[in-house]
């Protein structure tokens, strides 16, 4: 039987992976006490239809919660197919959506989402250690997290799913909190200065030739995406299955959108899978 357990931080997407998981024909079930599972798995071994098994675990379980880690570890010593998904999500980003519904974090007693959140993080600690996947969801649609998890179950291969998102930006209007590393691309001339360029984007021919014909911008490119290939094994072997990487300028109109762009030409064309998004340009 395929098992899968589906866990992670509030907010983060359990709700969607359950619903992406019951299209691929997982029989689902939603904030199971962890002390049931086997029992559960058993009698599903009785019924021929239930060849796929999805199951919900998370902190609103309570003192349920704490057999969740000792659990799956038995779980994973019989002969059931189990796979561990993890969601998480800035904190940032937590707080905007429990804010956004109006709904209070489960471990919240203040009423403040970010104080539970932070307690949350803490509790599941271990059991993101045992993760076979982890997914951060900060900036990734419904649609997304659906391919991710559907590519995960079927079988891919690490190297097959992870993924690089690139952004582009403007210092002016801050740093994106999601953003692993960030690069400050001011260094190169500014097209924004070129009379004939200045209403441009890096959308355009016209500023990407500009931008990349200066030397410094091809060493950068060269360097940086040699530095990124040699980390990106050692990120999936501490099971991480994506990075996010932004390039900044003044504005986020012309040279970030220019090396946004490049990379992410440059990324694909080696075979990784790659994400693009221009944030000052809407």
Do not use: W
């Amino acid at each position: 039987m395929k098992v899968v357990v589906v866990t992670g931080l509030s907010g983060a997407g359990k709700s969607q992976a359950i619903k992406c998981l019951e299209d691929m024909g997982y029989y689902c079930v939603d904030n199971m006490p962890p002390a049931l599972f086997k029992n559960f798995l058993e009698l599903s071994e009785g019924a021929a239809e239930l060849e796929k098994v999805a199951m919900v675990i998370d902190v609103r379980g309570g003192q349920f919660f704490d057999d969740a880690c000792e659990t799956i570890t038995q779980l994973r010593k019989s002969e059931n197919d189990l796979k561990l998904i993890y969601l998480e999500a800035s904190t940032d980003v937590l707080v905007r959506r429990f804010n956004e519904t109006r709904r209070s974090h489960p471990l919240s007693e203040s009423g403040n989402p970010k104080k539970g959140i932070e307690k949350e993080i803490e509790l599941l600690a271990d059991m993101r250690k045992m993760a076979d996947i982890i997914i951060d969801t900060s900036r990734m649609k419904a649609y997304r997290l659906k391919a991710e998890i559907k590519e995960f179950i079927e079988g891919t291969s690490s190297a097959d799913t992870f993924t690089i998102n690139i952004t582009s930006f403007g210092f002016k209007y801050g740093i994106p909190q999601e953003a692993d590393f960030v690069f400050d691309v001011r260094f190169i001339p500014n097209p924004y200065y070129v009379p004939s360029l200045k209403k441009l984007t890096g959308n355009n021919k016209k500023i990407r030739d500009y931008v990349l014909k200066f030397e410094e911008t091809q060493v950068f490119i060269e360097r940086l995406g040699q530095m990124i290939n040699d980390m990106i094994p050692c990120y999936m072997r501490e099971g991480k299955y994506h990075l996010n990487l932004a390039f900044g300028c003044t504005g986020g109109q012309h040279r970030s959108v220019t090396l946004a762009i490049a990379f992410a030409d440059k990324f694909k064309k080696e075979g990784h899978r790659v994400t693009l998004t221009h944030r000052e340009l809407g």
